[in-house]
């Protein structure tokens, strides 16, 4: 099993569940104003937890991976509640993430699931078409007899 591809899988699950979302992506950038509000998911990067380098193990053994991919809210248009309307969307996708039981599932035990921040496009001097980025690091085991 490839815990990365099975976090990406369900978290595009997860995204096309979000209600009042038109359409949901993985690696698709190009959505129009009719495609929204859409949630995009980019595969996005990984580093390993380089703590237990060094320390005799062979490099098959078992490492922590932290991924980091990118979960864009695309609302667009322009409206007076565009704020709060980004804001609900963004409560419901946090919710959904941090309490699925299959991606703790996927992160096992010693991994981990973590929100770390936001980011908008509300903001003076920005496009301002309700955009809204998310990030969360996924930890997970990565064991080479599971490849």
Do not use: W
Request: proline share 5%.
């Amino acid at each position: 099993m490839d815990r990365r591809e099975a976090i990406l899988a369900r978290l595009l699950e997860i995204a096309e569940g979000i209600p009042g979302i038109a359409l949901a992506a993985r690696n698709r950038p190009d959505f129009s104003d009719r495609a929204r509000p859409a949630i995009l998911i980019l595969d996005a990067d990984e580093t390993a937890d380089d703590r237990e380098k060094g320390r005799g193990r062979p490099s098959y053994s078992p490492n922590l991976i932290g991924m980091t991919p990118e979960i864009h809210v695309l609302l667009g248009g322009k409206h007076e509640q565009l704020g709060s309307s980004i804001n609900a969307l963004r409560v419901l996708l946090l919710k959904a993430i941090l309490t699925d039981s299959a991606l703790q599932a996927v992160v096992g035990a010693n991994g981990d699931i973590r929100y770390e921040a936001c980011a908008t496009d509300l903001a003076a001097g920005r496009c301002v078409e309700g955009n809204l980025g998310l990030s969360f690091t996924f930890t997970y085991p990565l064991i080479p007899s599971e490849l």
